[in-house]
């Protein structure tokens, strides 16, 4: 059974910095990309960020220069540095990894529970 596990979410003032994690826990499986999505409410989920397995990265318009995705495979984990943090970035953050558990099985994707970011003074 995999489950991806966030942390790092909380309250910051404008401008102030964050770091999100992601875990993958389980066995069994090797993962391809690796995602941090938003939602605030009344919006659709977005993309902020991806990295692929080859660490390949791809921002939002919006994050771009602030916003840091990385990925440490040993651990499974993805994180996400955000720098310069905004009141409209205020959001619920969920992760999101593309996994292989079986040849016999194309790759899932699987999402975390999310952890809430809240950006204000």
């Known amino acids: 059974q995999v489950q991806l596990v966030e942390s790092g979410g909380g309250l910051v003032q404008p401008g102030g910095s964050l770091r999100l994690s992601c875990a993958a826990s389980g066995s069994g499986f090797s993962i391809n990309a690796m995602g941090w999505y938003r939602q605030a409410p009344g919006n659709e989920r977005e993309l902020v960020a991806d990295i692929t397995s080859g660490v390949s990265t791809n921002y939002a318009e919006s994050v771009k220069g602030r916003f840091t995705i990385s990925r440490d495979n040993a651990k499974n984990t993805v994180y996400l540095q955000m720098n310069s943090l905004k009141p409209e970035e205020t959001a619920v953050y969920y992760c999101?990894?593309?996994?292989?558990?079986?040849?016999?099985?194309?790759?899932?994707?699987?999402w975390g529970q999310g952890t809430q970011v809240t950006v204000s003074s």
């Open positions: 999101r990894m593309v996994l292989v558990t079986s040849i016999l099985y194309p790759p899932r994707a699987y």
